[in-house]
């Protein structure tokens, strides 16, 4: 009994320890440009000649082989950076060129935000726009709904809320139930 | 008025005519106000809260005038039925989505040739759809799963002091 009480204070202090080392990394709340938020730091390389290129609407071979090595390629359905198949726009707001590419989605076939690339002194950055950007920012257009919560809960996590709705029904099924043995407990 | 048609019982308390009145009175505002937090996609709310605040509405009314008229107010095959049909409501219309648009979307987005998409355009259907069917749906199951608890609860308080009298 005693090792095994042990054992269980030892399992608590690692639980708290792990805890404590993942709120650690939780972002701010509230901030728009925190990386949860906004986007994520994929890589930084040396500039050199690339900014002329990215001017011309063209990403440099350098930083399509390391955004391809860091998976995201046509292996993982991920759509590619092909000649054509994206747009480069300067983002005042970031400091940076935003890169678009169109996913043909079928009723909605219009560029979305993908990549970031920014300067930084002497070397670019290249960040990964996350999934709330488009919800934040076209949830209006493609949903009517004003309400960026309504519409992630109901549509674009459409499942993860039938699955609670599911827990519900199967939760009450199962305390009437219980609460029905009259004394057969 | 003497508060309703309540039958007088051993170890009841006699029905307060305010309590009733009021209760009375108030019942079907509670209900306007939840389907209001239910319905629209702009407000505050939503199906979940909505439900809570229509069963409310309902465990008002079945504490104050017991569990028999409760069970007359909203039987148990209604209970039950509201229970599977607004998980139903909800599956259903993801998977009509899903086979109108011959599986282009994923389960809500892009509603397809969804019936209301020829009037209001894809956005609109979207929004017509978390509206009046997620929405909804949610609401009627969260209700139902409530009140079917509390009367559970109810009825076997009264069973048990019948117990204990014999």
Redesign the interface.
């Known amino acids: 009994m005693k090792s095994l009480s042990s054992f269980g204070i030892v399992i608590v202090i690692i639980l708290i320890g792990l805890s404590a080392y993942v709120i650690e990394d939780l972002p701010a709340f509230g901030d728009a440009n925190s990386p949860a938020n906004k986007y994520i730091r994929l890589f930084s390389m040396q500039s050199g000649a690339m900014e002329d290129q990215l001017e011309g609407g063209v990403i440099p071979i350098e930083i399509k082989n390391k955004i391809y090595d860091f998976g995201f390629n046509e292996e993982n359905l991920y759509p590619t950076l092909e000649e054509g198949g994206y747009e480069i726009e300067w983002n005042e707001k970031n400091g940076g060129w935003d890169v678009l590419i169109e996913e043909g ?4 076939n219009e560029p979305i935000k993908y990549y970031c690339i920014k300067i930084l002194g002497e070397e670019l950055a290249v960040y990964r726009y996350n999934w709330p950007v488009r919800i934040i920012e076209w949830t209006e ?7 960026a919560v ?2 992630g ?4 996590r ?2 993860d ?2 699955g609670e ?2 827990v ?2 199967i ?3 199962a ?2 139930m219980l ?2 043995r ?1 004394g057969r407990l | 008025m003497t508060g309703g048609s309540a039958i007088p019982e051993e170890g009841v308390a006699r029905r307060d005519v305010i309590i009733d009145t009021i209760s009375r009175l108030i019942f079907p505002f509670i209900l306007l106000f939840g389907f209001y937090v239910t319905i629209g996609t702009e407000g505050t709310g939503g199906g979940f809260q909505g439900g809570t605040i229509l069963a409310a509405g309902f465990i008002l009314y079945i504490t104050v005038f017991g569990a028999k008229r409760g069970r007359e107010k909203i039987p148990e095959s209604v209970n039950t039925f509201f229970e599977s049909f607004g998980l139903y409501l909800y599956n259903g219309s993801g998977l009509l989505c899903i086979i109108f648009s011959m599986g282009a979307v994923q389960f809500l987005n892009y509603p397809g040739i969804w019936p209301v998409t020829d009037l209001v355009g894809v956005a609109g259907s979207r929004a017509w759809i978390i509206a009046f069917m997620v929405e909804v749906g949610i609401g009627l199951t969260v209700m139902a799963a409530f009140i079917s608890q509390y009367f559970d609860l109810a009825w076997k308080d009264e069973e048990e002091m019948v117990v204990r009298k014999e």
């Open positions: 989605e079928i009723y909605f257009e493609e949903t009517a709904t004003p309400n309504t519409s809960l109901a549509d674009y459409g499942f809320t039938m709705e599911t519900i029904l939760g009450a099924i305390v009437t609460l029905r009259r």
